[in-house]
């Protein structure tokens, strides 16, 4: 086996090709138009298509409505008024009494309680979040939130 040395290590035979020397001639068969042609957009000095650009037909970007930002997890959240919790003939109220009810969705994963109509009567919540004014409700109404 022959041992190599660090001195005499080279890359592996076409491994390295030689830069493209453009506009030096004619006999490189790169000369004088460098390889760009004649004239026009891509034989300037930066002249590039802009991305999108139709040849000045109104670009698709531009001929499609603005529809606005819609939330990717929209259908996992929702709210509920005090109101719905006052009509629900249960007590101890989560998440599966909700979507049971028919009052959230069924994909729905995170209730909050937001202090919208009136509660009368006692309930508990479990793993519903409720806004500072819901609380306060429900707790004057003998209930709790944990």
């Known amino acids: 086996m022959e041992i190599t040395q660090l001195n ?9 090709h030689a830069r493209r020397r453009v506009g030096r001639g004619t006999g490189s068969g ?3 138009t460098s390889g760009r042609g004649h004239k026009g957009l ?13 040849g000045g037909q109104m670009p698709l970007q531009r001929r499609l409505p603005k529809r606005g930002f819609r939330p990717m997890g929209r259908h996992l959240r929702a709210e509920v008024r005090l ?15 909700l979507k049971q009810a028919g009052i959230v ?8 309680v937001i ?24 707790e004057a109404a003998g209930g709790s939130v944990e």
């Open 8 to 16: 005499t290590l080279q890359p592996a035979e076409g491994a390295k």
């Open 83 to 97: 109101s719905d919790l006052d009509r629900l003939p249960i007590d101890e109220i989560d998440v599966q009494v």
């Open 105 to 112: 969705g069924h994909l729905v994963r995170h209730v909050k």
């Open 30 to 32: 790169l000369g004088k």
């Open 42 to 54: 891509k034989a300037r000095s930066g002249g590039k298509v802009a991305v999108g650009f139709e």
């Open 115 to 138: 202090k919208s109509g009136e509660i009368s009567r006692k309930v508990t919540l479990r793993g519903l979040a409720a806004t500072a004014g819901a609380k306060a409700a429900i």
